[in-house]
């Protein structure tokens, strides 16, 4: 498994709840959650091709920056 610069989560805040599903999932340490929202701070740390937080995302918020 390789943690990646070019990959990362990009979340739509239209969609987003705030539940935390995602941030509550990730073993990685990807998200901070001290705000209403979730929020990317160490995108470099995410695993490269994952989709764990898209998955487990209710509301389909979850996007990859590198995805094509
Ligand atoms: S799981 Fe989805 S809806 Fe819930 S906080 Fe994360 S991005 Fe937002
Ligand atoms: S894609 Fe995987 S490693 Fe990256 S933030 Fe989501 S659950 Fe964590």
Redesign the pocket.
């Known amino acids: 498994m390789s943690m990646a610069d070019n990959w990362y989560p990009v ?1 739509d805040y239209d ?9 509550n999932f990730c073993p990685h340490g990807v998200y901070d959650t001290s705000g209403e ?2 929020r990317v701070v160490k995108p470099e740390d995410c695993v490269e091709f994952c989709r764990g ?1 898209q998955r ?4 389909g ?2 996007n990859y920056f590198g995805d094509s």
């Open positions: 979340i969609k987003c709840t705030g539940c935390l599903t995602c941030a929202k979730p937080c487990i995302c209710p509301t918020a979850i």
